[in-house]
């Protein structure tokens, strides 16, 4: 029986692709892709021609049944996001749920995702932590936000930059201005950067620099102390 594979795609450096993810990519009887546009542009930009079809979260429900027949009838299917990781705030989990329920086997490629490389040059720890993609828009923002007063891990969000200094000014009412936390944007990209500070300081930085690109916020837990030796995390072997 052939399979679904889910297939990492670079956040910004084409560079950051592995050599199994073009593989698969030149092999793939078909591939779904979020945007067929940008997923265009990096078949281009490695000479590979292959069948692309549209799945993004307004169609997928519709195409799940198909997509499935199709498996079993042996078409190796990739499925790729515009950037990163297929599943992670990005389509992938309906598909695999309903090829899993369908005894349909999955495999997901290791790869790009942007909050690794932003958890790791926080500084903050990251033996654990817990990712909170992007928090609602409206309807339950709040709720979350309160669930989190308690969290211990480092915590991770997406945001647009649009709503990034809305986000920082609502995480230090809830978790305190003096938190520890950083902003990435543009990762692996030209204007990559990296902010690490206060939610305070990161907030004033905002709102007199005007955000632009991608983020990611990550947030120390409320057990992180600012001196290494009183973190657990610091202590292991
Ligand atoms: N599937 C992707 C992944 O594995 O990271 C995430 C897709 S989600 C729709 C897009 C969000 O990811 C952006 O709003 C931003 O928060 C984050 N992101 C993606 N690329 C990024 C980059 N190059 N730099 C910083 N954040 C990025």
New binding site residues.
């Given amino acids: 029986m052939s399979k679904l594979i889910l297939v ?1 795609t670079p ?2 450096n084409l560079g950051d692709i592995t050599m199994r993810a073009l593989e698969v990519l030149r092999s793939a009887g078909l591939i779904l892709a ?1 945007d067929t546009r940008t997923t265009r542009i990096l078949l281009d930009h490695y000479g590979i021609i292959a069948p692309l079809r549209s799945h993004h979260k307004f169609n997928e429900h519709r195409s799940l049944e198909a997509v499935c027949d199709g498996i079993e009838r042996g078409t190796l299917t990739a499925l790729v ?10 389509p ?1 989990f309906l598909i695999v749920r309903r090829c899993l329920e369908r005894d349909i086997p999955v495999e997901a490629l290791p790869g ?7 958890l790791v040059d926080s500084g903050l720890p990251s033996d654990r932590f817990c990712f909170e ?2 928090l609602p828009q409206k309807k339950g923002r709040q709720k979350r936000l309160a669930s989190l007063a308690e969290e211990e891990r480092t915590m991770i ?4 930059p649009f709503r990034v200094l809305k986000t920082l000014g609502q995480l230090a009412s809830v978790l305190g201005e003096d938190r520890k936390a950083s902003v ?6 030209k204007f ?1 950067e990296t902010i690490r500070g206060t939610l305070r300081s990161l907030a004033t930085h905002f709102s007199t620099t005007q955000p632009r ?5 990550v947030v120390a837990g409320n057990s992180f102390r600012d001196h290494p030796e009183e973190n657990d995390w610091q202590c292991e072997a």
Avoid: Q
């Fill in positions: 990492p956040i910004g979020e996001s515009d950037a990163g990781t297929p599943g992670i705030s990005d992938g790009p995702t942007a909050f690794v490389p932003a993609g992007f969000f997406y945001e647009s990435s944007r543009e990762l692996t990209k990559e690109g991608e983020f990611v916020i």
